[in-house]
């Protein structure tokens, strides 16, 4: 137990939905039955040219804060998991922070790709627990739509934009975050990259927009597939061995929405039922580090999570990066 509380969740999507059949339309080569047969999409959400990370961040907050009964002014960190920042510098924290005016905290981002929110969690759990910190403010928001390649099909049908957020503080027993794990591994760097944008590619040049630098790049995603799924049924296992308990205990897994054939694999390897898997990438795609977090966010609101349902968030991402979190609602 770490006596850990999380007050009140909150998401938000762009109201911009981009089909299948309307990247067909824009001149792709795919179809309907590919990309839903082989991810389990059928839709994702694009945000207006005019919003940015923190845009998306700002408006998944207020619903978190608003659940939490709390005003941004009694946030002491705010912490933005994403790998689209607003700018490189400063952090989508700090603008952010100028935007819901909450200058009284601190504020920093938590590059961990898909597993960001997760990263997020665990940082707030140390803040919280060594009192460095009394009520953090979590945020995973994405706009992957500007990072795709449009003309590459084996993984501009992948992605999409929105914002997760969370509001963490000392609490009683409901609601307890009981657990986070994290593990990372930098010489697996090159299976999922945006490589252009740092230090390797500025000042960027017309050879490495050309080069297509810029865009997501999945090497292997076949291979990455593999991996996921041994590394999101580690992270389950794990999260049940620490907590001391079976994994069929758990009530909902709610995991990083990357595909629905890995849940399939993962439901069989695991013996869990399908049903037990909280999904959304139907209709929003796989949106990074936020994915996880929207999830949570609506399994809450439409009451499919009940008091006392043990939650496990199972992620994994580029980096590599991958862990857990449990939650007992
Ligand atoms: O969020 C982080 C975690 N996410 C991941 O780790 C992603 C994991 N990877 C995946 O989810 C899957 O590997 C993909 C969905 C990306 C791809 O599915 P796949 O079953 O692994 O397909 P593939 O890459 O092995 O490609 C099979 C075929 C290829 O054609 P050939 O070479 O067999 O003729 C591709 O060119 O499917 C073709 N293909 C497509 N066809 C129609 C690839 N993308 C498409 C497409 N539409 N969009």
């Not at 923190?54 to 705010?78: F, H, N, Q, T």
Request: charged share 20%.
């Amino acid at each position: 137990m770490s006596g850990i509380k999380i007050l009140g969740t909150g998401s938000y999507l762009p109201e911009k939905v981009l089909t299948n059949f309307d990247l067909i339309e824009m001149g792709l080569d795919t179809s309907d039955e590919w990309i839903y047969q082989r991810t389990g999409i059928k839709e994702r959400r694009v945000a207006e040219p005019d919003k940015v990370t923190s845009d998306l961040g700002y408006e998944a907050s207020v619903r978190a804060l608003e659940m939490a009964g709390l005003s941004p002014k009694d946030i002491d960190l705010i912490i933005v998991a994403t790998i689209t920042p607003d700018t490189c510098c400063p952090s989508a924290a700090n603008w952010l922070q100028a935007k819901l005016d909450a200058l009284q905290a601190v504020t920093f981002d938590v590059t961990a790709a898909c597993s960001g929110f997760v990263f997020g969690l665990n940082i707030a759990e140390q803040y919280i627990k060594t009192g460095a910190s009394e009520r953090v403010l979590v945020v995973a928001s994405e706009v992957m739509s500007r990072t795709l390649n449009w003309k590459d099909r084996s993984t501009c049908i992948l992605w999409g934009d929105g914002a997760g957020a969370a509001v963490l503080s000392m609490g009683d027993d409901s609601h307890e975050l009981l657990s986070t794990h994290l593990h990372t591994d930098g010489s697996r760097g090159q299976d999922l990259l945006l490589p252009g944008g740092g230090s390797k590619t500025t000042p960027i040049s017309h050879e490495s927009v050309d080069k297509g630098l810029h865009y997501l790049n999945m090497i292997g995603a076949n291979f990455s597939f593999k991996v996921a799924v041994r590394h999101f049924i580690e992270s389950i296992r794990e999260a049940a061995r620490h907590n001391d308990i079976d994994v069929e205990d758990i009530d909902w897994f709610i995991p990083h929405q990357a595909n629905v054939r890995m849940f399939q694999f993962i439901a069989e390897a695991l013996k869990i039922p399908f049903e037990k898997f909280y999904l959304t990438l139907e209709r929003y795609g796989n949106i990074s580090s936020a994915s996880c977090a929207i999830s949570l966010d609506e399994a809450i609101r439409d009451n499919s999570i009940k008091p006392d349902d043990l939650i496990c968030i199972p992620v994994f991402g580029g980096g590599l990066t991958w862990g857990s979190a449990l939650i007992r609602w």
